[in-house]
């Protein structure tokens, strides 16, 4: 089946920029996400992008996509303590339905 | 906009009791819900998915029997765990789906599930 793998941790200075990665093994995934997940809460979605764009900007964040390698990054640009939170990449296939496979989620840590 | 919620927030029940989850789409309609299931520090593990007017798909190793999931009205999908026993402790966490082919997954605050 499909597979998604982001690392687990991730540290940075506030006012740095944080760029989280995923890998993917699906080739026919037609939309990738990325959700921020809060402690004890649900999982807001933060952008998307549709599988024949390399890029996508929306504020502070880019979202960069390498359809040949399989791999997604999500670039949070001038970090601040709020964005401390796991982040879970998903991608969805071709398959019907609109399932979602998610990533094994990256906690973001952001230090003063 | 595309809000979704869960009742109840947190659970705790005794073991052999059964609990029911709620997930409703507040400002919009929704013909397709997921469940998910999410162990501490782990990612999302797809449980069913929730059809308006049909039976549920469940993903293969998941209970039928024993999670038991309506999908009654274009707004409301319902989860029921049923016998509860102390390793179905997780936290459970639905999404939503805008009817009229929308793709993207909103998703409720996801309610924590204690079986003592």
């Known amino acids: 089946g499909e597979d998604v793998e982001q690392s687990l941790f991730l540290s940075v200075r506030e006012g740095d920029s944080s760029v989280i990665n995923c890998t993917y093994t699906d080739s026919s995934s037609t939309y990738l996400y990325w959700y921020k997940q809060e402690p004890g809460a649900g999982l807001q979605l933060l952008t998307y992008?549709?599988?024949?764009?390399d890029m996508k900007q929306d504020q502070r964040l880019t979202v960069l996509l390498n359809k040949k390698d399989k791999h997604l990054s999500l670039r949070i640009a001038d970090t601040q303590t709020g964005d401390s939170a796991i982040y879970f990449c998903?991608?969805?296939?071709?398959?019907?339905?609109?399932?979602?496979?998610f990533g094994t989620g990256t906690q973001l840590k952001v230090e003063l | 906009g595309a809000v979704v919620s869960q009742h109840p927030s947190r659970v705790i029940c005794k073991s052999g009791t059964s609990v029911k989850i709620e997930c409703r789409s507040l400002d919009f309609q929704a013909t397709t819900m997921f469940w998910y299931r999410q162990f501490p520090k782990k990612s999302l593990m797809l449980m069913a998915t929730?059809?308006?007017?049909?039976?549920?798909?469940?993903e293969q190793g998941v209970e039928k029997d024993k999670f038991l999931i309506n999908h009654a009205s274009l707004t409301l999908s319902t989860l029921t765990v049923t016998s509860a026993h102390p390793e179905d402790s997780s936290f459970y966490i639905c999404s939503a789906v805008l009817a009229g082919g929308g793709e993207t997954q909103y998703f409720g605050p996801g309610t924590r599930l204690l079986v003592l």
């Open positions: 992008i549709f599988s024949n764009m």
């Open positions: 929730s059809n308006e007017g049909s039976k549920a798909t469940y």
């Open positions: 998903a991608e969805k296939g071709t398959g019907g339905g609109n399932k979602l496979t």
